[in-house]
Nanobody
Framework: QVQLTESGGGSVQVGGALKLSCALS????????MAWFRQVPGKEREFIAA???????ISADSVRGRFTISRDSNLNSVYLQMNSLIPEDTAVYYC?????????????????WGRGTQVTVSS
């Protein structure tokens, strides 16, 4: 059974930083692409960034230059370093994984999901 467990969320002031972590269990880490999404109430889940098995990355325009995705195969984990946070970054952040599909900004192309971690940015 594949499980994704996020951690590292919390409350921070504008301009601050947070690092989210997501640990994968139940599947070999080198068989999946990984991604981060976020969602606010009443809106669709929004793609943030993805990292492939070969460590290629893609990211959304809204976070490029501020957020960085990385992965550590020794720890079966993916990370999202978030800098220069703004109130609009407030959301529940979800980790996702896929072995079937190429990395995509569509949530439909990600098979496995974590339960999410809340990030709140206050001014």
């Amino acid at each position: 059974q594949v499980q994704l467990t996020e951690s590292g969320g919390g409350s921070v002031q504008v301009g601050g930083a947070l690092k989210l972590s997501c640990a994968l269990s139940g599947r070999a880490f080198n068989t999946v692409n990984m991604a981060w999404f976020r969602q606010v109430p009443g809106k669709e889940r929004e793609f943030i960034a993805a990292i492939t098995r070969s460590v290629g990355t893609i990211s959304a325009d809204s976070v490029r230059g501020r957020f960085t995705i990385s992965r550590d195969s020794n720890l079966n984990s993916v990370y999202l370093q978030m800098n220069s946070l703004i109130p609009e970054d407030t959301a529940v952040y979800y980790c996702a994984a896929s072995a079937k599909y190429l990395p995509s900004s569509s949530s439909a192309n990600w098979e496995y999901w974590g339960r999410g971690t809340q990030v709140t940015v206050s001014s």
